[in-house]
């Protein structure tokens, strides 16, 4: 099973971004999935958590109204809309598939392999 995360890039403040995240060697469905990110001497932290249970989606404060989780089950794609990017959200950001709860503690079943978000001011 691979995660191919991808579309990270330079963009200035207020600037879009689309991440993807394609997977193979699984059909995700049914999977609870995640977007994470980690910042240059700093642990890796959930961004937004997609839970099929429920379903809820949780969004991490600091990216509340600006970025947007989806997935495209017949592609085997999820996605990350982040709108009105800002220096902070430098970072290197990750794709995960997982249970919900364990999503929460950073333990996925798989991970991307991450792709470089990069905001000038």
């Known amino acids: 099973v691979q995660l191919q995360a991808s579309g990270g890039g330079l963009v200035q403040a207020g600037g879009s971004l689309r991440l993807s995240c394609a997977a193979s060697?699984?059909?995700?469905?049914?999977?609870?999935m995640a977007w994470y990110r980690q910042r240059p001497g700093m642990e890796r932290a959930w961004v937004v958590i997609?839970?099929?249970?429920?379903?809820?989606?949780y969004y991490a404060d600091s990216v509340k109204g600006r970025f947007t989780i989806s997935r495209d089950d017949a592609k085997n794609t999820i996605y990350l809309q982040m709108n009105m990017l800002k220096p902070e959200d430098t970072a290197v950001y990750y794709c995960?598939?997982?249970?919900?709860?364990?999503?929460?503690?950073?333990?996925?079943?798989?991970w991307g392999q991450g792709t470089q978000v990069t905001v000038s001011s």
């Open positions: 995960a598939v997982g249970g919900w709860r364990s999503l929460f503690r950073r333990q996925a079943d798989y």
């Open positions: 060697g699984h059909t995700f469905s049914s999977n609870s």
């Open positions: 997609h839970s099929t249970s429920g379903p809820s989606t």
